[in-house]
């Protein structure tokens, strides 16, 4: 089992900055994939980005390319998600989520991720 806690949301005005942070616990964290997806009212839980277990392979949603970085630290067991010039469109509960599946793509479908956190709401307001 990993056990993964997120912290960090909260309200922010559009064009401003949020970093999220999600710590892992149960198992060897450097063998996940670590994703943060995230769930709009009334939408589908979406990809938000991912990184592998070296931190050498990044991959990001097109909607938040160039706003979001995805970074880990494997002595502290976390992953961090920084985002800046947030829109509003970018309000939902954000979650943290480790998976192995790295194949093809495999981390961005939500069917492939075996851990879930409980999610951290951002709100973006105008």
């Known amino acids: 089992q990993v056990q993964l806690v997120e912290s960090g949301g909260g309200l922010v005005q559009a064009g401003g900055s949020l970093t999220l942070s999600c710590a892992a616990s149960?198992?060897?964290?450097?063998?996940?994939?670590m994703d943060w997806f995230r769930q709009a009212p009334g939408k589908e839980r979406e990809f938000v980005a991912a990184?592998?277990?070296?931190?050498?392979?990044?991959d990001y949603a097109e909607s938040v390319k160039g706003r979001f970085t995805i970074s880990r630290d494997n002595a502290k067991n976390t992953v961090y998600l920084q985002m800046s010039s947030l829109q509003l469109e970018d309000t939902a509960v954000y979650y943290c989520a480790a998976t192995q599946a790295f194949y093809a793509g495999a981390y961005k479908h939500p069917n492939n991720i075996p851990y879930w956190g409980r999610g951290t709401l951002v709100t973006v307001s105008s």
């Open positions: 149960g198992r060897t964290f450097s063998n996940y994939v």
């Open positions: 990184i592998s277990g070296s931190g050498g392979i990044i």
